[in-house]
């Protein structure tokens, strides 16, 4: 349930990331609303995976997915870089992901 819990907390956070820029710094209305929702639902899903899992890797995998997914979400919605050098990074924070992970207990 912990894992289940942490993967849409990471989901959420891509949620808030990719809605701060429609929020336009937060002058629009619902562009705000769904931002500031989606944070609060990442931070108590965070929290209710931290209680099980330990901090570290919790903190690391759900900052992970929100690294990768904003990153992923600004290539496809905002036409942001897709050179070489920029996918190899986001395959290594992958990867870091992957191995907290696995080596959890």
């Known amino acids: 349930m912990s894992w289940i819990a942490l993967i849409i ?3 959420f956070e891509v949620v808030w990331a990719i809605g701060l820029k429609y929020s336009h710094g937060f002058t629009r209305l619902l562009p ?4 500031a929702f989606a944070m609060i639902v990442s931070f108590v ?3 209710v995976a931290a209680k099980s899992l330990p901090i570290g890797t919790a903190y690391a995998i759900w900052t ?6 904003t990153a992923i979400a600004g290539i496809y919605l905002f036409h942001e870089s897709r050179d070489w050098g920029r996918v190899c990074c986001i395959l290594v924070i992958l990867a ?3 191995g907290l992970k696995i ?3």
């Open 45 to 47: 899903l965070l929290g």
């Open 96 to 98: 870091g992901v992957a």
């Open 32 to 35: 705000s609303a769904v931002t």
């Open 9 to 11: 907390a990471g989901v």
């Open 103 to 105: 080596l959890s207990r």
């Open 64 to 69: 992970g997915i929100g690294t990768v997914g």
